[in-house]
Nanobody, 111 residues
Framework: VQLVESGGGLVQPGGSLRLSCAAS????????MNWYRQAPGKERELVAI????????NYADSVKGRFTISRDNAKNTVYLQMNSLKPEDTAVYYC?????WGKGTAVTVSS
């Protein structure tokens, strides 16, 4: 099983990034998928969840209205579209599903 995140980087406040997580080694469409993040010195927190077919999503209050989770089961990929980014969104972002975790992709929001 592999979960490989990509799309992180440095962005200015107010900017956007789209994270991707490519899954392999399990039947992706059978599992809900999650995005978590961990900021320096803080605990890992759940950012967004999407159901196995994508019909249901939930978000942390801190990102509601700014982030959108989606998935493409044909491509075994889950996405996190992040808009109106703030410095407090700076963190390593991880995807998870089926009790597996990726290694993360770093997002830095700074001017």
């Amino acid at each position: 099983v592999q979960l490989v995140e990509s799309g992180g980087g440095l962005v200015q406040p107010g900017g956007s990034l789209r994270l991707s997580c490519a899954a392999s080694g399990f039947t992706f469409s059978r599992y809900a998928m999650n995005w978590y993040r961990q900021a320096p010195g803080k605990e890992r927190e759940l950012v967004a969840i999407i159901s196995h077919y994508g019909s249901s999503t939930n978000y942390a209050d801190s990102v509601k209205g700014r982030f959108t989770i989606s998935r493409d089961n044909a491509k075994n990929t889950v996405y996190l579209q992040m808009n109106s980014l703030k410095p407090e969104d700076t963190a390593v972002y991880y995807c998870s599903g089926n009790n597996y975790w990726g290694k993360g992709t770093a997002v830095t929001v700074s001017s």
